[in-house]
Each structure stands twice: as C-alpha cells, then as structure tokens.
Nanobody, 119 residues
Framework: QVRLVESGGGLVQAGGSLGLSCAAS????????MGWYRQAPDKQRELVAT???????NYADSMKGRFTISRDNAKNTVYLQMNSLKPEDTAVYYC?????????????WGQGTQVTVSS
C-alpha cells in the first residue's frame, strides 16, 4: 500500500500565497501522473492541476495563471504553489498519484489538507 501525505495548508488572506506539498511513500516502483484536487463543503471534488512524470501540466481554468504544479521525481513529491488566492479557493486539497506497483498502475489519494482564504 502507498501513502500520500499532504502538508502546507492553512489560513491566508485573499490575494496571498500558499504552498502545498505531497510526498508518496510505500511500495512504489514508479509514479506516473500526480495531481491536486479540492473539495469544498457540500461540493463535489474537482480537479485543480495534474502533472505527468515528464512534466506536462494540466490546470483547471480557474487556476490557470494563479497556481503552479511541479514535482520532484527523485523525492516522489508533488507541489502546488498557489498565488492570488481567493475566498472561493477555500477547500480541502487532496493529493493524487498514479502509482505503478505489483505490475500495474493504481490510484492513491492523500487525506487532504485544509486551505482557508479569508476575505
């Protein structure tokens, strides 16, 4: 089993910045895609950004130009730098990883980290 542990969440004022990180550990042969999703109360979980092992990124439209996803393959870690934060960015942010293990890819999720943006 693979574990994903997020860190870096907290409280920030609107217009401020916050950086998240997520480290994967366990029986990992390799990791393909990694990413971030978020879920606000009473809302569905939604895509924030994804990044392939080779560095190709994909962002939800509302995050383009404000958020930056990156990764360190040697550390099995994905990052999310969030700038120009808005109150509507308030949510629990979940880390995602597509992990190759036992001769197949499996999807894993972290427990989430709370990001709160005050107005």
């Amino acid at each position: 089993q693979v574990r994903l542990v997020e860190s870096g969440g907290g409280l920030v004022q609107a217009g401020g910045s916050l950086g998240l990180s997520c480290a994967a550990s366990g029986s990992i042969f390799s990791i393909n895609a990694m990413g971030w999703y978020r879920q606000a109360p009473d809302k569905q979980r939604e895509l924030v950004a994804t990044i392939t092992r080779g560095g190709t990124t994909n962002y939800a439209d509302s995050m383009k130009g404000r958020f930056t996803i990156s990764r360190d393959n040697a550390k099995n870690t994905v990052y999310l730098q969030m700038n120009s934060l808005k109150p509507e960015d308030t949510a629990v942010y979940y880390c995602y990883a597509e992990v190759y293990e036992s001769r197949r890819f499996n999807n894993y999720w972290g427990q989430g980290t709370q990001v709160t943006v005050s107005s």
